[in-house]
């Protein structure tokens, strides 16, 4: 089975821009997770869909938006990029919602996003 | 509202040695808990979890957690590091709110 994999690896974006990160999900997960990763810290949750809805959000501001499809594959949008917004992008999948008992998160490698 | 705390920012540790990160958490409910490890430029990889049974967790490549709830630890303990340790480990709560809350991270350093 195939793991999860984000796309572009590294990106570098002018603030005030928009930007869309992509993530294939594990086969036969139908919930994809999203979280920000800045520099020295833990990842930060921004928020989980599962089955094409938004199922829970992080303190995310509406800016932050996704999207997820029928195959399960997921977006993140970013409008009006800020500096701050600068950090590694984390997308996990998972067989069910995360919170569901016994559901685990598989990380896909990061997205590491640059605003200058 | 849930949280984690890693203790130590940072564990410099020789190799062969023993090592213990530490983990406390906070939470009005039950909890699953979790290590995962980053290596330099990459994603999160489960380490081990805790669900429900047995207190102590073990990994294939010989780490170990004990979940203890009276103190609302989860620390994590290797009795022989090796160089091929050296990453930043984060120590992560998951309740019924649909996300993984995670700790600060503690970078594991083993030195020859």
């Known amino acids: 089975e195939t793991g999860v994999t984000q796309s572009p690896t590294h990106l570098i974006k002018t603030r005030g821009q928009q930007v869309t990160l992509r993530c294939s999900s594990q086969s036969g997960h139908n919930t994809v997770s999203w979280y920000q990763q800045a520099l020295g810290q833990g990842p930060q949750f921004i928020f989980q869909?599962?089955?094409?809805?938004?199922?829970g959000r992080g303190n995310f501001p509406p800016r932050f938006s996704g999207l997820q499809f029928p195959n399960y594959s997921s977006e993140l949008n970013v409008n009006a990029l800020e500096l701050d917004d600068s950090a590694l992008y984390l997308c996990?999948?998972?067989?069910?919602?995360?919170?569901?008992?016994?559901?685990?998160?598989?990380f896909g490698q990061g997205t590491r996003l640059t605003v200058v | 509202a849930q949280s984690v705390t890693q203790l130590d920012s940072q564990v410099p540790v020789f190799e062969e040695a023993p090592v213990e990160l530490r983990c406390n958490y906070s939470?009005?409910?039950?909890?699953?808990l979790f290590w995962y490890v980053q290596y330099p430029n990459q994603g999160l990889q489960l380490l081990l979890k805790y669900l429900s049974g047995s207190t102590l967790v073990e990994s294939i490549n010989g780490f170990e957690a004990e979940f203890n709830k009276s103190q609302t630890s989860f620390h994590l303990r290797k009795p022989s590091v090796h160089i091929s340790d050296t990453a930043e480990y984060f120590c992560?709560?998951?309740?019924?709110?649909?996300?993984?809350?995670f700790g600060q991270g503690t970078t594991l350093q083993v030195k020859p």
């Open positions: 996990a999948s998972s067989l069910d919602r995360v919170g569901v008992m016994n559901t685990e998160a598989f």
């Open positions: 992560a709560v998951n309740t019924n709110t649909g996300k993984l809350i």
């Open positions: 939470s009005s409910v039950s909890v699953y």
């Open positions: 869909y599962y089955r094409e809805e938004e199922n």
